[in-house]
């Protein structure tokens, strides 16, 4: 098994923000994620992203490809250095989101390993179609 995780932490090309909602628990990371990823079932392209802790769920969005997903996680650990960041899980060169962590253990979500993952694990080379398999 060739898992490497992976913090998405991207040099010159990532504006992190953590912008509290008035009234309600809600951090946010705006990122340019340089490859393809996939959270759960679902592959995302490239590109600018909004991740948004937003209560139980996260929301992701990407705007120029009017891309977006409500997703239910579980409770994660928090951050150690303060700061919020989202992590990836890479397998066989395919990335899965793994985590939203933020300073307060409230704001940080998690995701088991999907489906896609699992086959990705076990080198099925049919496991994503064409777009991920490169």
């Known amino acids: 098994m060739n898992r490497i995780s992976t913090l998405a932490l991207f040099v ?27 959270i759960g ?10 991740f948004v802790r937003d209560g139980a769920f996260l929301r992701v969005e990407n705007g120029a490809h009017t891309t977006g997903l409500f997703i239910l996680g579980k409770p994660a650990e928090p951050t150690q250095d303060g700061q919020t960041k989202i992590e990836f899980d890479q397998v066989n060169g395919l ?6 962590v933020a300073p307060a253990q409230e ?28």
Do not use: C, W
């Open 12 to 38: 010159a090309t990532t504006a992190f923000t953590i912008a509290p909602h008035l009234g309600a628990q809600e951090s946010v990371i705006k990122a340019n994620v340089p490859f393809e990823f996939s």
């Open 95 to 100: 990335y899965f989101l793994r985590k939203f």
């Open 107 to 134: 704001n940080s979500i998690g995701f088991g390993a999907s489906k896609l993952e699992k086959e990705a694990q076990e080198h099925r080379p049919n496991a994503y179609g064409g777009s991920m398999g490169r």
């Open 41 to 50: 079932e679902r592959m995302f392209p490239s590109g600018d992203y909004r």
